[in-house]
């Protein structure tokens, strides 16, 4: 390879303990390691899933110290924020037992427009269920199902 090494995904939220609480109970997990109220980070083998308060650099501008020009599609975070979410990029974790899971977050009370378990055979065979973030970021569940 080229050296290069995964660093993480990060989205851009709203509210940021509503998303901070979110994502823990979702990943099961206690945040890794916060900046403040502008950045958190869920350290995860493999991948990093991290949440980027939008307003924050708005709220405390003197808390940031820039070089070079400004590019307003990708330094405007609360305009980022603002924005419609087109859903199209969506947050895959894997489990186990799917049906444990599903029962989990069902409990925890946080699935947005949550579906059934579904399944779908495009090349290979998967069961899965979809909800929605605070953000309306789409979160995929795929884990081994009984039928």
């Not at 269920?129 to 953000?135: G, I, K, R, S």
């Amino acid at each position: 390879g080229n050296g290069m090494s995964w660093g993480s995904i990060y989205l851009v939220v709203k509210d940021f303990d509503k998303s901070l609480d979110f994502y823990e109970k979702v990943l099961d997990m206690k945040v890794s390691a916060t900046n403040g109220k502008r950045f958190a980070m869920f350290n995860n083998p493999g991948l990093n899933l991290c949440l980027m308060n939008g307003y924050y650099d708005e709220q405390f501008p003197k808390q940031k110290e820039t070089r070079g020009p400004y590019y307003d599609e990708y330094d405007n975070m609360s305009e980022i924020a603002n924005s419609a979410n087109t859903k199209k990029v969506f947050i895959n974790l894997g489990v186990e037992d799917l049906d444990k899971e599903y029962q989990r977050i069902l409990d925890l009370g946080i699935g947005m427009n949550m579906t059934p378990i579904r399944y779908i055979n495009a090349f290979s065979p998967y069961w899965y269920f979809t909800f929605m973030d605070p953000d309306g970021n789409p979160i995929e569940i795929t884990g081994g199902h009984k039928e």
